[in-house]
C-alpha cells in the first residue's frame, strides 16, 4: 500500500499501482527471508510448555490415584480404600517429594493427608505442572531443572511438590521429555 494525496488535501491509500505491487512484493519477499531464518534457529531451540491444571473431586479424580500415576507407585486412598497400583507403568525416569524442610513424609501419607484435609465433594486437592523439559539437556540436568523448579513452588508457597520426569512415549516425539509436579 501506498499513501497519497488527493488533491483536496485528504489521505488516501493507492491498491493497484505499479508502486504498491512493488512495494507488496518485497515486503513479501522480506517475510519470506525472515519466517526462513527464524525457521531455522528454531530447530535448535526448546519450546516451552507449562500446563497446570487441578486435581478435583467433581471431575472424579483423587490426589492419591493421580500421584501414584504419575510416579508409577502403589498409593492405597485411606478415604475410599481405593488401590491405585501403577508400578507396572512406563516411561517414568525419576520420581521424587520435595517438601519444606523439617517434614518428611512418604507418597502415601503425603497424598492421604491432601486427601483428607478437604471435605466437599468438589474439593481441588491438588494442582499439576506439567513442564516440558528440553531435548538439548542431558537426564541430570533436565532432572535438576525440574527439582529446582519443584524447590521454587516450595519455598514460595510452603507446600510439598511430587515430582515425576517421564521420558518420550514410544509412538510420539522423542524429544517430549517432561515433568509432572502434585
Same mark, same amino acid.
Given at each position: 500500500?501506498? =499513501?497519497?494525496?488527493?488533491?483536496?488535501?485528504?489521505?488516501?491509500?493507492?491498491? #493497484?499501482? =505499479?508502486?504498491?505491487?512493488?512495494?507488496?512484493?518485497?515486503?513479501?519477499?522480506?517475510?519470506? %527471508?525472515?519466517?526462513?531464518?527464524?525457521?531455522?534457529? &528454531?530447530? +535448535?531451540?526448546?519450546?516451552?510448555?507449562?500446563?497446570?491444571?487441578?486435581? @478435583?473431586?467433581?471431575?472424579?479424580?483423587? !490426589? %492419591?490415584?493421580?500421584?501414584? /500415576?504419575?510416579?508409577?507407585?502403589?498409593?492405597? #486412598?485411606?478415604? %475410599?480404600?481405593?488401590?491405585?497400583? /501403577? %508400578?507396572?507403568?512406563?516411561?517414568?525416569? *525419576? @520420581?521424587?517429594?520435595?517438601?519444606?524442610?523439617?517434614?518428611?513424609?512418604?507418597?502415601?501419607?503425603?497424598? +492421604?493427608?491432601?486427601?483428607?484435609?478437604?471435605?466437599?465433594?468438589?474439593?481441588?486437592? $491438588?494442582?499439576?505442572?506439567?513442564? !516440558?523439559?528440553? #531435548?538439548?539437556?542431558?537426564?541430570?540436568?533436565?532432572?535438576?531443572?525440574?527439582?529446582?523448579?519443584?524447590?521454587?513452588?516450595? +519455598?514460595? /508457597?510452603?507446600?510439598? $511438590?511430587?515430582? $515425576?520426569? *517421564? !521420558? =518420550?512415549?514410544?509412538?510420539? #516425539?522423542?524429544?517430549?521429555? *517432561?515433568? *509432572?509436579? &502434585?
Amino acid at each position: 500500500l501506498v =499513501p497519497t494525496t488527493s488533491e483536496a488535501g485528504s489521505a488516501g491509500v493507492v491498491l #493497484d499501482s =505499479p508502486s504498491s505491487r512493488r512495494a507488496e512484493s518485497e515486503k513479501g519477499a522480506l517475510m519470506q %527471508t525472515s519466517f526462513a531464518v527464524l525457521s531455522a534457529r &528454531l530447530k +535448535n531451540m526448546a519450546i516451552y510448555h507449562c500446563c497446570i491444571k487441578t486435581v @478435583s473431586r467433581s471431575d472424579g479424580r483423587s !490426589a %492419591t490415584g493421580a500421584a501414584a /500415576y504419575r510416579s508409577g507407585s502403589c498409593i492405597v #486412598d485411606e478415604r %475410599t480404600g481405593e488401590i491405585h497400583d /501403577y %508400578t507396572r507403568k512406563q516411561g517414568v525416569e *525419576h @520420581s521424587e517429594l520435595v517438601q519444606p524442610e523439617g517434614i518428611n513424609l512418604t507418597r502415601e501419607e503425603l497424598w +492421604n493427608g491432601a486427601e483428607n484435609a478437604e471435605k466437599r465433594k468438589n474439593s481441588t486437592v $491438588a494442582r499439576e505442572y506439567e513442564v !516440558a523439559l528440553p #531435548d538439548e539437556l542431558n537426564g541430570e540436568q533436565r532432572k535438576a531443572l525440574a527439582l529446582d523448579f519443584a524447590r521454587h513452588l516450595v +519455598n514460595e /508457597y510452603g507446600v510439598a $511438590a511430587d515430582v $515425576a520426569i *517421564h !521420558a =518420550p512415549g514410544k509412538e510420539g #516425539d522423542q524429544r517430549n521429555h *517432561h515433568a *509432572h509436579i &502434585l
